[in-house]
């Protein structure tokens, strides 16, 4: 079982729409939860953190973490065209490497 | 805050050729760094973990002589791919994690050595 799991895509939602981007982690001792955002060619970019069960909102990028179901989700509202990229989740441990999940590429259609 | 500097940005050199990489960061001491490999359309690979003052930690199957790497600093590590071959061609990435204030730290990452070996 890989440790972050995520659908690899693509998921194409129209321009305006809300975009979900979930993914699941098998070691239940996480304690941080990131988003990156990388765009073809580039390297990843932070977008968000998140370390506590519930919601943690951002500009249009939310964050929804629950601990019990193992599961990190960001939705992303009023998708627009540039935020066509590969979203990656990543989870730690504390103080242990980060470990990221092989992520989603979301197509945000004009 | 948190910029991770990565130099540098391409490097086209022959085959057998010896090649460095370096990563800084610029704004925040880094205890630990990580280097990773990407190739087109896949997902990142971690190579290493680089931590200051002491020998990397190699993931599986990567060669520890082949992929030389020195954090001499709280601020620089470095990656040399030695006697490179155009199978080495690939996007190297680096990251760092900020000393830490507490153990809920991310990864900030460089923008990439895009590296082709003619």
């Known amino acids: 079982q890989k440790e972050v799991e995520q659908n690899s895509g693509p998921l194409s939602v129209p321009e305006g729409a809300i975009a979900s981007l979930n993914c699941t982690y098998s070691d239940r001792v996480s304690q941080s ?4 955002r990388q765009y073809s060619g580039k390297s990843p970019e ?30 992303i509202r009023d998708s627009q065209p540039s935020d066509s990229a590969t979203y990656l989740c990543a989870v730690s441990g504390g103080y242990q490497k980060v470990t990221f999940g092989t992520g989603t590429k979301l197509q945000v259609i004009p | 805050g948190a910029v991770v500097s990565q130099h540098p940005s391409w490097v086209i050199c022959k085959s057998g050729t010896s090649v460095k990489i370096e990563c800084r960061s610029l704004d925040f001491q880094a205890t630990t760094m990580f280097w990773y490999r990407q190739f087109p359309k896949q997902s990142l690979m971690l190579m ?40 080495d061609s690939s996007f190297y990435i680096c990251s760092a994690r900020e000393r830490a204030k507490s153990e809920y730290q991310p990864q900030h990452f460089g923008d990439g050595t895009r590296l082709s070996i003619l």
Do not use: C
Not at chain 2, 60 to 83: C, P, R, W, Y
């Open chain 1, 33 to 36: 939860f990131f988003w990156y």
């Open chain 1, 46 to 75: 932070l977008i968000m953190s998140i370390y506590s069960n519930g919601d943690k909102e951002d500009g249009r990028f939310t964050a929804q973490l629950n601990k019990a179901s193992q599961y990190v989700s960001l939705l």
């Open chain 2, 48 to 87: 290493a973990t680089s931590n200051e003052g002491s020998k990397a930690t190699y993931e599986q199957g990567v060669e520890k002589d082949k992929f030389l790497i020195n954090h001499a600093s709280l601020t620089l590590s470095t990656l040399t791919v030695t006697s490179a071959h155009p199978e």
